[in-house]
């Protein structure tokens, strides 16, 4: 007997199908995991059992079970039988997943009046949700907005809000991917929880990681359809289709090339300070008396969760902001202590590859054109500069038809790569790479850290690499630096750091990397 | 202790925004003052009418009475005292403004009150109405119309239709309640396609956002959707968006006292820049800059009734 | 996600041509009426008959005539020139100075900045009608004020709009690349700041024409612009308003081509936002 039953599903919007015949079932208290990446079409496919996909789609199938109850030509009316009752949504991010203007504990309330309006038992009923998912001090947290929670409090509550109905499904679309590494791994063990008490789970994710923890079975999506589907063991172990393989080999690994033994340090921070004032007039600080060094021709991976300071510190390490206190060199000669005008003419030295991709490029020019600005700098003969940008795109493997296009033209992963051609073309001896593939695709990911490894190597480029995904600094750094609020709280070589943790952040950090990796 | 420190942060914001308001007062003040200094030709004129033929030493005398003939940081300040005093006097009307603006400031705030009412009236109502396709396209048409309709056009037509082809309300007439309703209804119509687009705009966009989706997924109806979540999201908007189109409605007044002849601040203002009568426009200019503050503050406040994570501070 | 945007947008292409072909086409009639009115009508607008006053609509006068006997169809295709003058030349002026000054406030340090923000915050204040007013009342009436004044009641907000987008675009990740490339402050602003700054502007513009045509026309009706007797659509209005009980065609004409100007700039200009929003 199955819970839900699907066959041949399909979505489309204006004869465009983004599911093309998907078929699964779930039977009651498994997990099942829909797995892949951005535009797979596993949202839709999820939101097709509560009949929330979007009003300008078209849904079809010729078997859509859910229940016990065939819910093909079902309208509104009909789905808010099932919703909340029968199968529970808890989705990605719950500062904006819970109503921001409502307290947390009348989201919950909401839920249990639906379908029992009688009121006076709710406010008990609300307070035992919020203790069944662990969350502490129910009542003064009902009290709260989502806000005023931390990111795993909120998610705690969410989930009590979709557990309020008693649904015996509940579908977790990537119900960790906005939570720090830390808190996923609490989330993850409380889903494990209510899956051994009997619940049915269909969780969503683009991270292998992240499900080989919790289901029982894994479909892989690709561009619509489901390419493998099997039991966790199988698909991890023995993956079918390339794709999966693809997918598995993008979870970052240890690193593997050899420690460099370079001593000699080419940019250096001593004792640095940034404050900030806050919107409500208090200061905070940023970045609190860090020091660093980065070894020539090496990779530093500074790690930490959001809001400690690693993106100030990559702005001042740029000179692009001053700090209030301490100071950056550059090869032991003063750099953010120089004026602007005397630190131009040496700004090729150090380059810098953002996070966001979709902010990295002029949206008005050209590739090239946006190549040859930087290009320019460097005194390159305007009849050589043609040569030069091809010689770039090659570099960062990006094909020569590419030069004419604009950036909305360019996938995420295109557009870094163009964003890395345009640091590379001022010839730089280090690279300040800010959260470089945190906006991309597992895949892709890959494929531009590889890049980044090759380019170093070849180049002897020293990197200074941000993130907060402790795999992905493992996999790339020599040295590696822990920062927690603006302070540096670890400070080692990669191995020792690694293998022997002195801080107690930084034992939970490698805790929490998923299980794929260790 | 949360609590304090929340009403705390609200007082010290509300002062801020009074001395904002002050200053934006005394800017304007300053502003008016200024630029209708560099205005050519002579006061005494404006005051005696263009065709008086007088002495030049009555003038000097005139001008000593005023005190035009001081320096212009003198006047300046003494412009200052006596706007502050209400102690300013129009130059035709020899009345201080604080009378000329106060005996006209009833008709138009009954005309304004009113057309506020009908408009955001409109407003939700046909933000909510706007359910389906055809309702959604017929309600945005009609927006389109009634935005892009010059208010004194409106008024007319609404004349024509009603006053003189109908007969349902008096044709011109400052008196009662029936006089009251057209001018309202002209006066409203334009803010209230605006109102109206804005809040569409907001319930759409509260509707897409996450949080929608999942209190749908508990099973609640359309309606509970809209009176619970999305209508208080997309009244934040509205709310800023109605503060700031107060202050157009009082320039709507100008031409809609216009059109049905009636009584109030803005045939005032009108007769006054035609006239040149400087005190009397500086005294406008400084009742729309208080008005504007107050009403914003109001509005700032209100705003953060509706949305918690204004009022207490962030702590990611 | 992507899939779902874009296919939206596809349906709004779909969905916006039909109305905005027909606004398109009926602006390019106002823009002929503008430079060539005697293509449309014969009659001139200023030449009075006092035996046909006041004659309803017919096949030989279009839109009646007026108490002068005027042929109200030859005056409000005369006034096309009036009303597209003002509403273009007003928004044309008051984008360029709102751009500099926008542009100036947003990439200048703080202390210029926040008394620029300041003034513009003051002004502001005002409601853009009772602001042109204010104008006129300084400059006197006319039709060159009338252009000024409508143009000064709308720098504000352009102003406004354009300092958001300067800050806007000066934190995105590709002028901070140009400073890490080293690129000089002056050239990023050229080159980077103003082009990107400049497209919600341009649109704003687009429905500000609108906007700029309804005041004027507001203006010259409490007669603070050209005077009679002028074919100027906001004009004849006023000079419908007397003869409202007799003579509804006066007024309803030229209101009905201000509207559909008005709805003509304003379906472009959203198009515009819409494109420009891919």
Same mark, same amino acid.
């Given at each position: 007997?199955?819970?839900?039953?699907?066959?041949?599903?399909? %979505?489309?919007?204006?004869?465009?199908?983004?599911?093309?015949?998907?078929?699964?079932?779930?039977?009651?208290?498994?997990?099942?995991?829909?797995?892949?990446?951005?535009?797979?079409?596993?949202?839709?496919?999820?939101?097709?059992?509560?009949?929330?996909?979007?009003?300008?789609?078209?849904?079809?199938?010729?078997?859509?079970?859910?229940?016990?109850?065939?819910?093909?030509?079902?309208?509104?009316?009909?789905?808010?039988?099932?919703?909340?009752?029968? %199968?529970?949504?808890?989705?990605?991010?719950?500062?904006?997943?819970?109503?921001?203007?409502?307290?947390?504990?009348?989201?919950?309330?909401?839920?249990?009046?639906?379908?029992?309006?009688?009121?006076?038992?709710?406010?008990?009923?609300?307070?035992?949700?919020?203790?069944?998912?662990? %969350?502490?001090?129910?009542?003064?947290?009902?009290?709260?907005?989502?806000?005023?929670?931390?990111?795993?409090?909120?998610?705690?509550?969410?989930?009590?809000?979709?557990?309020?109905?008693?649904?015996?499904?509940?579908?977790?679309?990537?119900?960790?991917?906005?939570?720090?590494?830390?808190?996923?791994?609490?989330?993850?063990? /409380?889903?494990?929880?209510?899956?051994?008490?009997?619940?049915? /789970?269909?969780?969503?994710?683009?991270?292998?990681?992240?499900?080989?923890?919790?289901?029982?079975?894994?479909?892989?999506?690709?561009?619509?359809?489901?390419?493998?589907?099997?039991?966790?063991?199988?698909?991890?172990?023995?993956?079918?289709?390339?794709?999966?393989?693809?997918?598995?080999?993008?979870?970052?690994?240890?690193?593997?090339?050899?420690?460099?033994?370079?001593?000699?340090?080419?940019?250096?921070?001593?004792?640095?300070?940034?404050?900030?004032?806050?919107?409500?007039?208090?200061?905070?600080?940023?970045?609190?008396?860090?020091?660093?060094?980065?070894?020539?021709?090496?990779?530093?991976?500074?790690?930490?969760?959001?809001?400690?300071?690693?993106?100030?510190?990559?702005?001042?390490?740029?000179?692009?902001?001053?700090?209030?206190?301490?100071?950056?060199?550059?090869?032991?000669?003063?750099?953010?202590?120089?004026?602007?005008?005397?630190?131009?003419?040496?700004?090729?030295?150090?380059?810098?590859?953002?996070?966001?991709?979709?902010?990295?490029?002029?949206?008005?020019?050209?590739?090239?054109?946006?190549?040859?600005?930087?290009?320019?700098?460097?005194?390159?003969?305007?009849?050589?500069?043609?040569?030069?940008?091809?010689?770039?795109?090659?570099?960062?493997?990006?094909?020569?038809?590419?030069?004419?296009?604009?950036?909305?033209?360019?996938?995420?992963?295109?557009?870094?790569?163009?964003?890395?051609?345009?640091?590379?073309?001022?010839?730089?001896?280090?690279?300040?790479?800010?959260?470089?593939?945190?906006?991309?695709?597992?895949?892709?990911?890959?494929?531009?850290?590889?890049?980044?490894?090759?380019?170093?190597?070849?180049?002897?480029?020293?990197?200074?690499?941000?993130?907060?995904?402790?795999?992905?600094?493992?996999?790339?750094?020599?040295?590696? /630096?822990?920062?927690?609020?603006?302070?540096?709280?670890?400070?080692?070589?990669?191995?020792?750091?690694?293998?022997?943790?002195?801080?107690?952040?930084?034992?939970?950090?490698?805790?929490?990397?998923?299980?794929?990796?260790? | 202790?949360?609590?304090?420190?929340?009403?705390?942060?609200?007082?010290?914001?509300? &002062?801020?925004? !009074?001395?904002?308001?002050?200053?934006?007062?005394?800017?304007?003040?300053?502003?008016?003052?200024?630029?209708?200094?560099?205005?050519?030709?002579?006061?005494?004129?404006?005051? &005696?009418?263009?065709?008086?033929?007088?002495?030049?030493?009555?003038?000097?005398?005139?001008?000593?009475?005023?005190?035009?003939?001081?320096?212009?940081?003198?006047?300046?300040?003494?412009?200052?005292?006596?706007?502050?005093?209400?102690?300013?006097?129009?130059?035709?009307?020899?009345?201080?403004?604080?009378?000329?603006?106060?005996?006209?400031?009833?008709?138009?705030?009954?005309?304004?009150?009113?057309?506020?009412? !009908?408009?955001?009236?409109?407003?939700?109502?046909?933000?909510?109405?706007?359910?389906?396709?055809?309702?959604?396209?017929?309600?945005?048409?009609?927006?389109?119309?009634?935005?892009?309709?010059?208010?004194?056009?409106?008024?007319?037509?609404?004349?024509?239709?009603?006053?003189?082809?109908?007969?349902? !309300?008096?044709?011109?007439?400052?008196?009662?309640?029936?006089?009251?309703?057209?001018?309202?209804?002209?006066?409203?119509?334009?803010?209230?396609?605006?109102?109206?687009?804005?809040?569409?705009?907001?319930?759409?966009?509260?509707?897409?956002?996450? !949080?929608?989706?999942?209190?749908?997924?508990?099973?609640?109806?359309?309606?509970? &959707?809209?009176?619970?979540?999305?209508?208080?999201?997309?009244?934040?908007?509205?709310?800023?968006?109605?503060?700031?189109?107060?202050?157009?409605? &009082?320039?709507?007044?100008?031409?809609?006292?216009?059109?049905?002849?009636?009584?109030?601040?803005?045939?005032?203002?009108?007769?006054?820049?035609?006239?040149?009568?400087?005190?009397?426009?500086?005294?406008?200019?400084?009742?729309?800059?208080?008005?504007?503050?107050?009403?914003?503050?109001?509005?700032?406040?209100?705003?953060?009734?509706?949305?918690?994570?204004?009022?207490?501070?962030?702590?990611? | 996600?992507?899939?779902?945007?874009?296919?939206? *947008?596809?349906?709004?292409?779909?969905?916006?041509?039909?109305?905005?072909?027909?606004?398109?086409?009926?602006?390019?009639?106002?823009?002929?009426?503008?430079?060539?009115?005697?293509?449309?009508?014969?009659?001139? @607008?200023?030449?009075?008959?006092?035996?046909?006053?006041?004659?309803?609509?017919?096949?030989?006068?279009?839109?009646?005539?007026?108490?002068?006997?005027?042929?109200?169809?030859?005056?409000?295709?005369?006034?096309?020139?009036?009303?597209?003058?003002?509403?273009?030349?007003?928004?044309?002026?008051?984008?360029?100075?709102?751009?500099?000054?926008?542009?100036?406030?947003?990439?200048?340090?703080?202390?210029?900045?926040?008394?620029?923000?300041?003034?513009?915050?003051?002004?502001?204040?005002?409601?853009?009608?009772?602001?042109?007013?204010?104008?006129?009342?300084?400059?006197?009436?006319?039709?060159?004020?009338?252009?000024?004044?409508?143009?000064?009641?709308?720098?504000?907000?352009?102003?406004?709009?354009?300092?958001?987008?300067?800050?806007?675009?000066?934190?995105?990740?590709?002028?901070?690349?140009?400073?890490?490339?080293?690129?000089?402050?002056?050239?990023?602003?050229?080159?980077?700041?103003?082009?990107?700054?400049?497209?919600?502007?341009?649109?704003?513009?687009?429905?500000?024409?609108?906007?700029?045509?309804?005041?004027?026309?507001?203006?010259?009706?409490?007669?603070?612009?050209? *005077?009679?007797?002028?074919?100027?659509?906001?004009?004849?209005?006023?000079?419908?308003?007397?003869?409202?009980?007799?003579?509804?065609?006066?007024?309803?004409? @030229?209101?009905?081509?201000?509207?559909?100007?008005?709805?003509?700039?304003?379906?472009?200009?959203?198009?515009?936002?819409?494109?420009?929003?891919?």
């Amino acid at each position: 007997m199955t819970f839900v039953s699907v066959t041949n599903l399909r %979505v489309a919007f204006g004869g465009v199908e983004v599911v093309r015949g998907v078929s699964f079932d779930i039977a009651p208290g498994e997990c099942l995991a829909l797995v892949g990446e951005s535009g797979s079409g596993k949202s839709m496919t999820a939101l097709s059992l509560l009949g929330l996909t979007p009003a300008a789609a078209d849904v079809s199938a010729d078997q859509l079970v859910v229940g016990g109850v065939d819910t093909r030509g079902f309208r509104d009316r009909d789905w808010r039988g099932i919703r909340g009752s029968r %199968v529970g949504l808890v989705s990605q991010d719950a500062l904006v997943s819970l109503d921001p203007l409502r307290r947390v504990g009348r989201e919950i309330a909401e839920a249990i009046e639906v379908h029992e309006p009688r009121g006076a038992a709710t406010a008990g009923r609300v307070l035992q949700l919020l203790t069944d998912v662990a %969350v502490p001090e129910p009542e003064a947290r009902a009290r709260q907005y989502p806000h005023e929670l931390s990111g795993g409090l909120r998610q705690r509550a969410l989930i009590a809000s979709a557990l309020a109905g008693s649904p015996a499904l509940l579908i977790a679309d990537e119900p960790t991917t906005a939570l720090d590494t830390t808190v996923q791994a609490q989330i993850l063990d /409380l889903l494990g929880e209510l899956k051994a008490a009997g619940l049915g /789970l269909l969780l969503v994710s683009h991270d292998l990681g992240v499900v080989g923890r919790l289901a029982d079975r894994i479909a892989v999506m690709k561009s619509g359809q489901i390419v493998e589907l099997g039991s966790t063991a199988e698909v991890l172990e023995t993956p079918q289709h390339p794709y999966t393989r693809t997918l598995l080999d993008a979870v970052p690994g240890p690193r593997t090339a050899p420690e460099k033994p370079s001593i000699d340090v080419v940019l250096a921070a001593s004792n640095l300070v940034k404050s900030y004032r806050r919107p409500d007039g208090s200061m905070v600080r940023a970045v609190d008396d860090v020091s660093l060094e980065l070894r020539r021709g090496s990779t530093l991976g500074i790690v930490g969760e959001s809001g400690s300071g690693k993106s100030t510190l990559a702005s001042l390490l740029l000179a692009l902001e001053q700090p209030d206190a301490g100071e950056v060199t550059l090869d032991d000669a003063p750099w953010s202590a120089l004026p602007e005008a005397r630190r131009r003419p040496h700004r090729g030295r150090i380059q810098v590859i953002d996070q966001n991709p979709f902010g990295a490029l002029d949206p008005r020019r050209t590739v090239a054109s946006s190549i040859a600005e930087a290009v320019a700098l460097t005194g390159t003969a305007r009849a050589e500069r043609r040569a030069r940008i091809s010689e770039l795109l090659r570099q960062v493997g990006l094909p020569e038809e590419i030069r004419h296009r604009r950036p909305h033209q360019l996938s995420g992963g295109q557009r870094q790569r163009v964003a890395i051609a345009r640091a590379l073309a001022r010839r730089p001896e280090i690279l300040i790479c800010d959260e470089p593939v945190s906006a991309l695709d597992a895949s892709i990911q890959a494929q531009v850290l590889a890049l980044l490894s090759d380019l170093q190597q070849g180049l002897g480029l020293s990197i200074v690499f941000i993130s907060h995904d402790l795999a992905v600094i493992a996999q790339m750094s020599d040295d590696i /630096l822990v920062m927690r609020d603006g302070q540096v709280i670890e400070q080692g070589s990669a191995t020792r750091v690694l293998a022997s943790p002195q801080h107690p952040f930084t034992v939970r950090l490698l805790e929490a990397v998923p299980a794929a990796w260790g | 202790m949360r609590r304090q420190a929340g009403t705390r942060t609200v007082m010290v914001r509300v &002062l801020g925004r !009074f001395g904002g308001m002050l200053l934006v007062v005394c800017g304007a003040a300053t502003a008016g003052f200024i630029a209708l200094r560099l205005i050519p030709g002579d006061p005494v004129d404006v005051m &005696l009418g263009v065709n008086a033929r007088v002495s030049e030493s009555v003038r000097d005398q005139i001008r000593a009475d005023w005190g035009l003939d001081q320096p212009p940081v003198v006047q300046y300040f003494a412009y200052l005292s006596q706007l502050v005093t209400g102690q300013l006097e129009s130059y035709q009307l020899r009345q201080p403004i604080t009378e000329v603006i106060g005996t006209q400031a009833l008709p138009t705030l009954q005309l304004t009150s009113l057309a506020l009412l !009908f408009a955001v009236l409109l407003a939700v109502t046909g933000a909510l109405l706007a359910r389906g396709k055809h309702a959604r396209s017929a309600i945005s048409l009609l927006e389109l119309f009634v935005v892009s309709s010059p208010t004194f056009w409106i008024g007319l037509v609404l004349l024509a239709v009603f006053a003189f082809q109908l007969g349902w !309300f008096p044709v011109a007439s400052s008196q009662g309640f029936a006089s009251l309703v057209l001018p309202a209804l002209t006066l409203a119509l334009p803010i209230a396609g605006i109102i109206s687009q804005v809040l569409r705009q907001g319930l759409d966009a509260a509707a897409a956002q996450p !949080f929608a989706t999942t209190a749908r997924s508990r099973g609640i109806s359309h309606s509970r &959707l809209v009176l619970r979540h999305t209508l208080r999201h997309a009244s934040g908007d509205t709310l800023t968006l109605t503060g700031y189109l107060v202050g157009s409605l &009082l320039g709507g007044a100008v031409l809609v006292e216009t059109v049905f002849a009636r009584q109030g601040l803005g045939q005032v203002a009108v007769r006054a820049i035609l006239g040149r009568d400087i005190p009397v426009v500086l005294g406008i200019i400084v009742l729309a800059a208080t008005v504007f503050a107050v009403v914003n503050l109001i509005v700032d406040l209100a705003y953060e009734r509706i949305d918690p994570r204004l009022r207490t501070a962030v702590t990611a | 996600m992507s899939t779902l945007t874009a296919t939206r *947008q596809a349906t709004a292409w779909r969905a916006a041509p039909v109305g905005v072909i027909a606004a398109s086409l009926f602006l390019l009639l106002i823009i002929t009426a503008a430079i060539t009115p005697t293509l449309f009508s014969m009659y001139d @607008p200023l030449k009075a008959d006092a035996a046909a006053s006041l004659q309803p609509p017919s096949a030989e006068h279009w839109f009646g005539t007026d108490q002068a006997g005027r042929d109200v169809f030859a005056r409000v295709v005369h006034g096309a020139r009036y009303s597209l003058v003002v509403g273009f030349g007003a928004t044309l002026l008051a984008l360029m100075v709102g751009i500099i000054i926008g542009v100036i406030a947003g990439s200048a340090p703080r202390a210029v900045d926040s008394v620029l923000s300041r003034v513009i915050e003051i002004v502001m204040a005002f409601p853009e009608f009772l602001l042109a007013l204010v104008v006129i009342a300084v400059i006197g009436a006319g039709e060159t004020s009338l252009l000024i004044a409508v143009s000064v009641a709308a720098i504000p907000a352009y102003a406004r709009v354009a300092r958001a987008q300067t800050l806007l675009v000066r934190r995105s990740g590709y002028v901070r690349a140009a400073t890490a490339l080293g690129v000089p402050r002056f050239r990023s602003t050229i080159r980077h700041i103003v082009p990107n700054a400049l497209g919600p502007l341009l649109v704003m513009g687009t429905i500000g024409v609108g906007t700029a045509i309804v005041a004027a026309a507001g203006l010259s009706f409490l007669g603070m612009g050209p *005077q009679p007797p002028t074919p100027e659509w906001g004009l004849i209005l006023s000079d419908g308003r007397n003869f409202l009980a007799t003579a509804w065609w006066i007024a309803v004409f @030229p209101g009905v081509a201000i509207t559909a100007t008005v709805i003509a700039t304003s379906t472009v200009g959203r198009f515009l936002r819409q494109r420009g929003q891919s």
